[in-house]
């Protein structure tokens, strides 16, 4: 089984991209909808403990807990101690599910795949980019994003450029979904060989 890492910086269509990947019927692992799971499940007591008044009635409230975090690189390491070792088990699970199920490609997104160093867990990358100023337009207009918000989560992210350099393959999202479809059919084309 051929495992391929999805990664991509903020506002780049890596969701769509991926979405496309699922729908083409490649099994899809995506970090963010798990630390979504376990910020309901799991991790809210182990997050309650390490930053007070961030959970709400049984759930994570990402505002307060970004407020906890954005701009302390301490406590942002202290959430990601907590969070990644439980994202990385379900990663773990999903592939061997995969491998069990028989197939061919199996998909992780991880938006922070080289600055964890989970590109030395996946046989291929693919990035899914757009230029600078078509990111900074999907991203400002996302709710309750800022401009203080947005450089902050560009701080923790590799440059574009450098994802790019280091990718097997660039999925460029900033044209038609057609245009992304086709892209993304020919890497598994590519990828079954």
Request: proline share 3%; charged share 30%; no cysteine.
């Amino acid at each position: 089984m051929i495992i391929l890492g999805l990664t991509g910086s903020i506002g780049m269509g890596k969701t769509t991209a991926a979405n496309m990947f699922e729908d083409a019927g490649v099994p899809i692992y995506s970090a963010d909808e798990a630390v979504h799971r376990l910020y309901s499940g799991s991790a809210a007591l182990l997050i309650e403990a390490a930053f007070p008044g961030t959970v709400v009635d049984g759930t994570v409230d990402r505002q307060k807990l970004s407020a906890a975090v954005v701009g302390k690189p301490e406590a942002l390491k202290n959430l990601e101690s907590i969070i990644h070792p439980l994202v990385r088990e379900e990663e773990t699970a999903f592939l061997e599910k995969a491998r069990a199920d028989g197939a061919g490609i199996a998909l992780i997104d991880i938006p922070l795949l080289f600055e964890t160093g989970a590109d030395k867990r996946v046989d291929k990358v693919a990035v899914v980019s757009v230029p600078v100023e078509i990111q900074r337009e999907r991203v400002l207009s996302r709710a309750g994003m800022s401009e203080e918000k947005f450089e902050a989560i560009l701080a923790r992210q590799m440059k574009d450029s450098e994802k790019r350099a280091r990718a097997d393959f660039i999925i460029d999202s900033s044209g038609s979904f057609e245009q992304t479809r086709r892209q993304i059919d020919a890497i598994i084309a590519e990828l079954r060989g």
